[in-house]
C-alpha cells in the first residue's frame, strides 16, 4: 500500500471527481504502487485485468494490433490519467496492449477498490465522462484520416502523441507512424525530413522528438 500524500496530484484525476478528500484517501491508500525503469507492458490486448492503473508519473503508450498483426499507437498517456478501468470493471478482455515509457510509475487500483471507495452515483458519471472523452478523440481522428491531408495528419498525431511533460519523445518507427496517418513509409520519410529541416522536430532511431511545439502546430488542423 502507499501514503496517498505522496501522489496528491492524482486526486485530481477524472474518475475521482466528486468524492471527497477523504474518499480519495482511502482509494489511493488500497492502490500499489509499481516504479518501473525500463518498458514494461502493465495491460496486454486480449487479456482480463482485475483492476486498473493510475499513471504517476511519465507515461504510457496505447497500441492495437490487427488480427494481421499491424500494429498502431492509439493514445499516449500522460499522468493523472487511468486505463483499463473500463475492462476491470466490466470483466472484458483488454482492447488493446499498454506499454509504460521508461522511468513510469503507476498505482495499480483494484476493481473493487473503486467499487468500495467510489459511490455508483458518482463513479457512473465519471466513467461515461472519460468515455465520452475518447469518443470524441476517436471522432477527432476519424475527420482527420477523412479530410485532411498526410502533412496536416503527421502534425496531428505528432501533437496528439507526445506532451511537454516527456519532452515531446515519441519512440514510433517511421513504419507504425505510416499506419497511423495512413501513409506509406517513403512518404513519412520525406515528411518528417522537411520537419527535421525546418528545426520542428529532431529523429532518431526509432523516435521523434517534438523541438518546437508552437510551429508544429502551426499546419495542424484545429479539430473542435
Do not use: W
Amino acid at each position: 500500500m502507499i501514503d496517498p500524500s505522496d501522489y496528491a496530484h492524482l486526486f485530481d484525476a477524472p474518475i475521482l471527481v466528486g468524492l471527497s478528500r477523504d474518499q480519495k484517501h482511502a482509494l489511493l491508500s488500497s492502490c500499489t504502487a509499481r516504479v518501473l525503469k525500463s518498458a514494461t507492458y502493465v495491460l496486454r490486448q486480449g487479456e482480463t485485468t482485475t483492476g486498473s492503473y493510475f499513471i504517476a508519473s511519465g507515461r504510457v503508450e496505447v497500441g492495437y494490433v490487427d488480427s494481421s498483426g499491424n500494429q498502431v499507437i492509439v493514445h499516449t498517456a500522460i499522468s493523472g490519467e487511468m486505463l483499463g478501468e473500463v475492462e476491470a470493471l466490466s470483466g472484458r478482455p483488454c482492447a488493446a496492449s499498454c506499454l509504460t515509457m521508461p522511468d513510469t510509475t503507476v498505482l495499480f487500483c483494484p476493481a473493487k477498490a473503486l467499487y468500495a471507495h467510489v459511490p455508483p452515483q458518482i463513479l457512473i458519471p465519471n466513467l461515461c465522462t472519460i468515455l465520452h472523452d475518447r469518443l470524441m478523440r476517436e471522432n477527432r481522428n476519424r475527420m482527420a484520416d477523412h479530410y485532411y491531408n498526410a502533412d496536416q495528419r503527421i502534425r496531428l498525431y505528432l501533437r496528439q502523441l507526445t506532451s511537454d511533460s516527456d519532452d515531446g519523445l515519441l519512440r514510433i518507427s517511421q513504419s507504425q507512424l505510416g499506419v497511423v496517418i495512413g501513409c506509406s513509409r517513403q512518404t513519412v520519410n520525406k515528411m518528417l525530413g522537411e520537419l527535421r529541416d525546418e528545426g520542428i522536430i529532431e529523429l532518431g532511431r526509432n523516435a521523434v522528438r517534438v523541438l518546437d511545439r508552437t510551429r508544429l502546430e502551426d499546419g495542424a488542423p484545429v479539430l473542435e
